[in-house]
């Protein structure tokens, strides 16, 4: 009898020069990450991000280009993923944020979704502010990505004008302002790293807050309790009746 081999798996293809590149790119921004986290940007040097993701510091420069945009990318990626668009307006979780079904859903799910970012880019912005203040590049860059954030709430809110959504005599500029004001890293950091709170309870006091600033009081109500419908399937809702 005749010994029949069996069938051999093709070999798999070999990364192309994109994936690789791709590759290289996401080891440095996640080496940048750690560093910019741990030790400050002003002590970070590329020779420590290079031999961190294990490339030549020639390579982090032709990546990056300077420390200051490298940071910025870091910023990015950290917010979205490493395959997030650059633009919040563009990425998933605003989707979800625009096709919900009621004002108050849609509110729960900014301070759900937005605050889980803030979680993960919070603690870069020591280094982003350190930055800013020394580079004018960073400054600038930083503006634009306020700028991007507050177009983004701009259209939020523009949904909830359209639908009748806000409370009755309450400007969409001024309910953009107060949307724009309380929800942000600054405000996480403040409630969370100096006051110590929960991530669900700062979660909890900040839904309560804007659903009374923006939504009519009925509403605002309504869902303000743990088995409302809007917040049943978020992280806070066990600490929402600390601040009914």
């Known amino acids: 009898m005749v010994a029949v081999n069996p069938p051999t798996e093709p070999p798999e293809p070999a990364p192309s020069r994109r994936d690789r590149a791709r590759a ?55 917010g979205g993923g490493p395959d997030a668009p650059e633009d919040p307006v563009d990425r998933a979780w605003f989707g979800r944020v625009m096709a919900a079904n009621s004002g108050a859903r849609r509110l729960a ?19 982003v502010r350190a930055a800013a203040s020394v580079d004018p590049s960073v400054d600038a860059a930083w503006l634009r990505l306020v700028a991007r954030r507050r177009e983004g709430m701009r259209q939020v809110i523009e949904v909830f004008a359209q639908r009748a959504e806000l409370r009755a005599g309450l400007r969409p500029s001024l309910a953009l302002d107060l949307l724009f004001g309380l929800h942000r890293s600054e405000t996480y950091l403040a409630f969370t790293h100096e006051c110590g709170w929960s991530l669900e309870r ?41 601040f009914r």
């Open 202 to 242: 700062y979660k909890a006091w900040q839904f309560a807050t804007l659903a009374h600033a923006l939504l009519p009081e009925s509403i605002a109500s309504a869902a303000l309790i743990p088995d409302s419908p809007e917040l049943v399937d978020l992280s806070f809702t066990a600490e929402i009746a600390l």
């Open 24 to 78: 290289t790119r996401r080891r440095i921004i996640e080496a940048a990450l750690t560093r910019f986290r741990g030790e400050g940007y002003a002590s970070t040097t590329m020779e420590m991000i290079a031999l961190d993701a294990g490339v030549a510091v020639q390579t982090v420069y032709f990546t990056f280009h300077t420390k200051a945009e490298l940071l910025l990318a870091a910023l990015t990626i950290a």
């Open 109 to 127: 799910l900014i301070v759900e979704l937005g605050n889980d970012i803030y979680v993960r880019t919070g603690v870069l912005m020591p280094a």
